[in-house]
């Protein structure tokens, strides 16, 4: 089992180094765009670091590139144990997030067996804070 500091290290490398397909989804499951739904990136399920994940539903979102067709026997081990440990795992390839990615977020809804709904996350804030956030510094003042 990896230490905290080398998970956390290996979760933020993986999110630095992702692909446009993951770059996309996440950029439409973020923020609560689909269904309202609280989605995380590099999520620690001990030993296994998932590529998104909704906490609340106990799902995992994997993309899965060319080279998970060699590593298909390991994909199956892992979904089979987090399954075990009460989680619904559903594979996309990247392909098909890049193709049609509304496609995806309907058979992710789909998954949970909710009706499907996207609300548009507004372009004026970067992050987590609006202007009027607390513990924002006003520099006009």
């Known amino acids: 089992m990896a230490s905290g500091?080398?998970?956390?290290?290996?979760?933020?490398?993986?999110r630095n180094s992702q692909t446009r397909a993951e770059g996309l989804l996440w950029s439409l499951l973020r923020s609560k765009q689909l269904c309202g739904l609280k989605f995380r990136r590099q999520h620690p399920v001990d030993p296994y670091l998932l590529d998104?994940?909704?906490l609340s539903h106990h799902l995992d979102v994997e993309l899965d590139g060319e080279?998970?067709?060699?590593?298909?026997?390991?994909?199956l081990k892992r979904q089979r144990y987090l399954e075990a440990l009460?989680?619904?795992?559903i594979c996309f390839q990247n392909e098909d997030v890049l193709e049609d990615a509304e496609s995806v977020l309907r058979a992710i809804?789909?998954?949970l067996g909710i009706t499907y709904l996207?609300?548009?996350?507004?372009r004026s804030r970067s992050?987590?804070?609006?202007e009027n956030s607390p513990g924002l510094r006003n520099p006009k003042r």
């Open 5 to 14: 500091r080398d998970r956390i290290a290996r979760a933020r490398a993986l």
């Open 52 to 54: 998104i994940a909704c």
């Open 67 to 75: 080279y998970h067709d060699q590593i298909a026997e390991g994909d």
């Open 109 to 111: 809804a789909r998954e």
């Open 127 to 130: 992050g987590n804070r609006s």
């Open 86 to 89: 009460g989680w619904k795992v």
């Open 118 to 122: 996207f609300h548009k996350r507004t």
